[in-house]
């Protein structure tokens, strides 16, 4: 095969790509989806070909500066990120008993009544497997 010939059969595969999903900036969850979608089925295919390499780059491009501008990840720490775990994973107050040792503590560390000890934050850490520092309160 040529050179020429193998440039040709490379540049037509990567204008297949941009032609049977052409890149576009993304502006909604319906896009980001669709992207991703395509991104998955080249991933999933098995030995990409450089072309393949590249148009996925650039669709991860477009993926990216989306999540940027749209993807809003809440800046949460101790008692509010317990609040929000616990809504996030349908947890009860009785499901951290073992942490807390008591519903009536539980409440009160909610209620903003009592703070999180130390222990309190390593189990807290270890049963949500992250890191204890999230459970401290931010400093300002």
């Given amino acids: 095969m040529s050179v020429k010939t193998m440039f040709s059969t490379q ?3 990567y204008l297949e790509l941009l032609q049977k999903f052409p890149p576009r900036p993304i502006k909604s969850e319906k896009d980001l989806f669709a992207t991703q979608a395509v ?3 080249l ?3 098995g030995d990409m070909t450089p072309e ?3 148009y996925i780059n650039l669709l991860s491009i477009l993926v990216y500066d989306y999540e940027e501008k749209s993807v809003l990840i809440p ?5 509010e990120l317990l609040k929000a775990l616990i809504q996030e994973l349908g947890l009860k ?4 008993v073992p942490i807390f040792k008591t519903e009536s503590i539980i409440s009160a560390i909610l209620n903003g009544q009592r703070k999180l000890t130390v222990e309190h934050i390593e189990k807290l850490a270890d049963f949500f497997h992250i890191s204890p520092s999230a ?3 931010r400093s300002c």
């Fill in 93 to 96: 107050q009785k499901d951290l």
């Fill in 52 to 54: 393949e390499q590249e």
């Fill in 75 to 79: 800046d949460l720490y101790g008692v």
């Fill in 135 to 137: 459970f401290f309160p």
């Fill in 43 to 45: 991933l999933d295919s």
């Fill in 11 to 13: 540049s037509n595969r």
């Fill in 39 to 41: 991104i998955d089925t």
